[in-house]
T-cell receptor
Framework: DTEVTQTPKHLVMGMTNKKSLKCEQH?????MYWYKQKAKKPPELMFV???????INESVPSRFSPECPNSSLLNLHLHALQPEDSALYLC????????????FGNGTRLTVT | GEDVEQSLFLSVREGDSSVINCTYT??????LYWYKQEPGAGLQLLTY?????DMKQDQRLTVLLNKKDKHLSLRIADTQTGDSAIYFC???????????FGKGTTLSVSS
């Protein structure tokens, strides 16, 4: 069982849709992350929130918009996505923003049609 | 920039030992990590080693770290079919603020 919960597990959306991915952790971790993973590839960092503030944006297109409403929640708002954005989106958290192990959720499998 | 390299495939028989190898470039890392990913799942933290250690043992898992050669290995003793998965080596970026993953080693265990 994972202590980082992601919803939904699967999402199919059209290119004109707006949807959101949600992530929640109750371990008191102060850093939260979004990673994108394509099939047969390693996870790639998208965003890092440190103490609820965006600290890293890895040049992600603006059609992906992260939000951290509080220390336990992390959202990823999606708008006008492309089929190549189809992937597994993984949320993770760590106790501190640096030099702490990351704990991952099970991901949201996103398909853009 | 930072880079993490792993061999892509390893095939073993049930009961044998598995050794998965990894090399990394950033020598300032405080910790180095091993993650396991089963099909359709997220990444599970398996174990990690502090950079001033040479070895760490945790039940069937043994991690060896050679800082001079920037080489990390994960040994799984008595490998079981349930160990079949992708294993990722991960090294923090230079600022220590995120993890850089290797390409992953697919471990296949046959009975």
């Amino acid at each position: 069982d994972t202590e980082v919960t992601q919803t939904p597990k699967h999402l199919v959306m059209g290119m004109t849709n707006k949807k959101s991915l949600k992530c929640e952790q109750h371990m008191g971790h102060r850093a939260m992350y979004w990673y994108k993973q394509k099939a047969k590839k390693p996870p790639e960092l998208m965003f890092v929130y440190s103490y609820e503030k965006l600290s890293i944006n890895e040049s992600v297109p603006s059609r992906f918009s992260p939000e951290c409403p509080n220390s336990s929640l992390l959202n990823l708002h999606l708008h006008a996505l492309q089929p190549e954005d189809s992937a597994l989106y993984l949320c993770a958290s760590s106790q501190e923003p640096s030099n702490s192990p990351l704990h991952f959720g099970n991901g949201t499998r996103l398909t853009v049609t | 920039g930072e880079d993490v390299e792993q061999s892509l495939f390893l095939s073993v028989r049930e009961g044998d030992s598995s050794v998965i190898n990894c090399t990394y470039t950033d020598s300032s890392s405080t910790y180095l990590y091993w993650y396991k990913q089963e099909p359709g799942a997220g990444l599970q933290l398996l174990t990690y080693i502090f950079s001033n250690m040479d070895m760490k043992q945790d039940q069937r898992l043994t991690v060896l770290l050679n800082k001079k050669d920037k080489h990390l290995s994960l040994r799984i003793a008595d490998t079981q079919t349930g160990d079949s998965a992708i294993y990722f080596c991960a090294d923090p970026n230079q600022a220590g603020t995120a993890l850089i993953f290797g390409k992953g080693t697919t471990l296949s265990v046959s009975s």
